[in-house]
């Protein structure tokens, strides 16, 4: 049964799934829109937005291709493009010189500030609901997303709390940071724990 054929769409499922459909047409059209007037592709708008919210440790083309579903030597393009644009900068690893890293340039935080507000149209819809809608939706959302996560057909970034991962405080006075993240097993810088990370297990409550 096909949920793109309006005769079979007679199941909650089915017309669930269309509206998630819909909306996501409605998020492709905002990018476009957006990208139209910053001559920016959707690839490169989701790409500066990596570059300003994903943890540092994947800011690298390949961190950037797991993220954007595509393969190295597309998203290895992106860059360049963005490269082209003075919006962002290859450069090499402090800690390991055959690493290349990514970054935004002056320009590039600028044009990253200008595109915050793309999903507000969508934030408002979702705010004109209910309370009790916009929790029940949560919960549904959010099982959806796990179930497509777990067959391998969305990347899922989360900042750390909540991750299985984060151990909070757990050396307040190490300079480093003074949480821990142990999956790197390493010290974590506060402003670092509200970055997102490919990397989130949600934990267990």
Avoid at 1 to 29: C, K, V, W
Avoid at 92 to 107: E, I, K, M, S
Avoid at 130 to 140: E, T, V
Wanted: aromatic share 6%; glycine share 8%; charged share 20%.
């Amino acid at each position: 049964m096909s949920s793109f054929n309006p005769a079979h769409r007679d199941t909650l499922s089915g017309q669930i799934t269309i509206a998630l459909y819909r909306i996501s047409q409605a998020i492709e059209h905002l990018l476009r829109k957006r990208g139209e007037g910053a001559a920016l592709s959707p690839a490169q708008i989701q790409a500066l937005l990596f570059l300003r919210y994903a943890r540092p440790g994947v800011r690298t083309i390949g961190g950037l291709a797991h993220r954007l579903a595509v393969s190295y030597p597309t998203a290895s393009g992106v860059v360049d493009a963005l490269e082209r644009k003075s919006l962002a900068a290859r450069k090499p690893d402090p800690t390991d010189r055959r690493t290349v890293t990514l970054a935004l340039t002056g320009q590039g935080e600028q044009q990253v500030s200008s595109l915050e507000d793309l999903l507000e149209v969508i934030e408002q819809a979702v705010e004109a609901l209910p309370g009790s809608d916009q929790q029940a939706l949560q919960r549904a959302l959010q099982a959806i997303v796990r179930q497509l996560q777990s067959k391998g057909v969305v990347n899922v970034y989360e900042m750390c709390w909540g991750c299985q991962f984060f151990q909070r405080d757990a050396h307040p006075d190490d300079p480093r940071g003074p949480h821990h993240c142990g999956f790197v097993d390493a010290p974590l810088p506060q402003a670092e724990t509200y970055l997102e990370c490919p990397d989130f297990k949600p934990g267990k409550f």
